[in-house]
């Protein structure tokens, strides 16, 4: 089944008025009478409409889905394609929140009028990777900040960060083990130069230090390696194994 952002007014309406971008998806996938089209606004409303050549056919009513347990990515800022992998994938394993984080050693650096642009083109790449793995909710990319901004809101979550220290952390999911409190989770990766040993100091006072594997990870692989750590304990924690 094809699907394609739309805005809630046109999901809720019998006679939807795509916009043009909608539409444009429209023109490049070419469905055929009477394929099934799902519209969905990335905020867990969806719809189930039939195509025809003269609009799309309501075939259900509206759907409301949950949302997905919150879980954020604090991540420094990677280069070019690796950054765009990184949304993607964090979108398709059901991140909530992406936090682009700039630090001392992130190569990448974003002027503060650029910042908007920035945030719009990660925004689609989100919604395009949602669509394709039919996730319901798009995550919110926030604007970058600096590693020191970034620190006020790792303290909102239990947040885990993948550290290189002289004494070797516990494995996240030891770490996920042993979690207390009602905090949603978080996971903090640094840039390819790792954080400098000031950050780590000021990360380790707020966030747990773990080990992500005996390899030494790029950036973008250690995110989305810690990333499906995170989610399959948090299925496996929230899966009824009752029985009937």
Sequence with gaps: MHRILADLNSIKSDSPLLSREAKDHLKVIRPKAGERIELFDGEGSSRVF??????????????????PPELTLFACVTKGQRWDWTIQ???EL???????????RTIVRIAEDESASKVSRWQKI????????????????????????????????????????????????????????????????????????????????????????????????????????????????SFDCTDD
Excluded at 94 to 104: A, H, L, N
């Design 50 to 67: 039939s195509y025809s050549n003269d609009g799309l056919v309501p075939l259900e009513p509206i759907k409301a889905h949950p949302k």
């Design 89 to 91: 994938k964090a979108t």
């Design 94 to 104: 059901g991140v909530t929140r992406i936090i682009p984080v700039i630090s001392k």
């Design 126 to 237: 989100a919604s395009e990777a949602a669509r394709q793995s039919a996730t319901k909710w798009i995550p919110e990319i926030a604007n970058p900040v600096t590693f020191e901004k970034s620190l006020d809101l790792v303290r909102s979550t239990e947040c885990f960060v993948g550290a290189l220290l002289q004494s070797p952390p516990q494995p996240i999911m030891k770490a996920l083990a042993r979690r207390k409190g009602d905090r949603p989770p978080a996971v903090f990766v640094g840039p390819e130069g790792d954080f400098t040993p000031e950050e780590i100091e000021s990360l380790i006072s707020s966030a747990t230090p773990v080990s992500l594997g005996s390899s030494i990870l790029r950036a973008e692989t250690a995110a989305i390696y810690a990333l499906i750590v995170i989610k399959a304990y948090l299925d496996a924690e």
